[in-house]
């Protein structure tokens, strides 16, 4: 586990085109909107209002009728980086992870809380072999997933995708029970 400074070395290395899902912080904006080597930053967030929006130069606005699980056929080109809040996708992770693996080029950030639990999530993106490193700062943790131009296998992805809805659909029935 690295901390916050550890952190800001890795974002400052971040090249190319930038998705940011969901509410970011304000420090971590500063710190990609001061980054150069951002060629350009999409937004996408549920909950964006003119109050929640930066006034960053090269910060671009995604409508809000991007649906995760439908990544892929919006960004065709693919982004280098993802960087998101666990909050905003956790509704949706089956989704997100198949569509994190199509797009990404370079690396996928996933910020959580420090009292929600990161482990699972970890293990479905080490299962196609990605190396993860966590990151830990005031509240916060950031589990960094390094996908590396990674190619995934139509039937391998149909297995896991398959895999992880059933787990969600008995998560949810036995939270409601």
């Given at each position: 586990?690295?901390?916050?400074?550890?952190?800001?070395?890795?974002?400052?290395?971040?090249?190319?085109?930038?998705?940011?899902?969901?509410?970011?912080?304000?420090?971590?904006?500063?710190?990609?909107?001061?980054?150069?080597?951002?060629?350009?930053?999409?937004?996408?967030?549920?909950?964006?209002?003119?109050?929640?929006?930066?006034?960053?130069?090269?910060?671009?606005?995604?409508?809000?009728?991007?649906?995760?699980?439908?990544?892929?056929?919006?960004?065709?080109?693919?982004?280098?980086n993802i960087y998101c809040d666990y909050s905003e996708i956790k509704a949706y992770i089956p989704s997100f992870i198949r569509e994190s693996l199509r797009i990404t080029k370079k690396n996928i950030y996933i910020t959580f809380l420090k009292e929600e639990n990161y482990n699972f999530i970890e293990k479905k993106y080490q299962r196609y072999g990605l190396n993860c490193n966590l990151y830990s700062y005031d509240e916060c943790n950031v589990l960094v997933i390094e996908a590396n131009d990674i190619i995934v296998h139509s039937p391998k992805e149909t297995y896991y995708y398959v895999k992880d809805n059933i787990e969600k659909l008995y998560y949810d029935i036995s939270e409601s029970i």
């Open positions: 586990m690295s901390n916050f400074k550890d952190l800001v070395k890795e974002l400052q290395t971040l090249e190319g085109e930038l998705l940011l899902i969901g509410n970011i912080e304000d420090k971590i904006l500063e710190l990609i909107d001061k980054n150069k080597k951002v060629t350009e930053t999409y937004y996408l967030n549920h909950n964006s209002s003119d109050e929640n929006k930066t006034d960053s130069s090269s910060l671009s606005d995604v409508a809000n009728n991007i649906y995760i699980k439908e990544l892929h056929k919006y960004f065709k080109d693919g982004v280098d």
